[in-house]
């Protein structure tokens, strides 16, 4: 089963709007980690934002906002004054558990294409 | 450097030559990870090494090989790949044990195999 959804394939926003990126997760662990990266055509994966399990309030970070509803199990990313270069593939991912000396395998999401246009 | 690198960043190899992936990271973390990225599929998690040794393998094929002699370092050895092998592969460092553990990625190797 899925554990990560993104059902918005591709996204569109106009320069200096505010975008949702949807992501809902599923897991039955009570700790675990959510991540969103953003994927420039260039290849790379950059790190945007992150949520603990048991952070009580949103993950800020600039521009990017964690929207967490635990109990919907959605961790959407809020991008505010949308800008040309935040055109890329937006992933979501989550890390389940937290284990002892094992690396954490990320689960990702298909991903959502932004592009965001003058 | 800085950051996690990760050479060469395009490969084109035929079916029978035996090439190597390197990535190496600057970040003093202590587990890395090597990921597959084919179009329209979500990444898809290889292996994965902690304090240098390799804790997950995803039931990769045999022609894939990772090894990883230090912490900063990771490679993956190809050796007779099929065409379906192609792909973006990504590598990814991480501190275990962190508050958070964030994984960190390169920039990636674009593997063409014909």
């Known amino acids: 089963a899925q554990k990560i959804t993104q059902t918005q394939p591709g996204m569109f926003v106009q320069e200096k709007e505010a975008v949702t990126l949807d992501c809902t997760y599923d897991?039955?662990?009570?700790?675990?980690?959510l991540f969103w990266y953003k994927q420039p055509s260039s290849g790379e994966m950059i790190f945007l934002i992150y949520?603990?399990?048991?952070?009580?309030q949103n993950a800020t970070e600039g521009r990017y906002s964690l929207n967490f509803q635990k109990a919907r199990k959605s961790a959407n990313l809020v991008i505010s004054a949308s800008q040309l270069g935040d055109s890329a593939m937006y992933f979501c991912?989550?890390?389940?558990?937290?284990?002892?000396?094992?690396?954490?395998?990320?689960?990702f999401g298909k991903g959502t294409s932004l592009l965001v246009t003058p | 450097e800085t950051g996690v690198t990760q050479t060469p960043r395009h490969l084109v190899m035929g079916m029978t030559n035996k090439k190597s992936l390197k990535c190496e990271q600057h970040l003093g973390h202590n587990a890395m990870y090597w990921y597959k990225q084919s179009a329209k599929k979500p990444l898809e998690l290889m292996f994965v090494y902690s304090l240098e040794e390799r804790v997950e393998n995803n039931s990769v094929p045999s022609r894939f090989s990772p090894e990883c002699p230090n912490s900063s370092h990771l490679f993956l050895h190809l050796h007779t790949l099929q065409p379906e092998d192609s792909a973006l592969y990504l590598c990814?460092?991480?501190?275990?044990?962190?508050?958070?553990?964030?994984?960190?990625f390169g920039p990636g190797t674009r593997l063409t195999v014909l």
């Open positions: 990814a460092s991480s501190q275990v044990w962190g508050q958070v553990d964030t994984q960190y």
């Open positions: 991912a989550m890390r389940e558990g937290r284990g002892s000396n094992s690396g954490y395998a990320l689960n």
């Open positions: 897991t039955s662990d009570q700790s675990y980690g």
């Open positions: 949520q603990g399990s048991y952070d009580e």
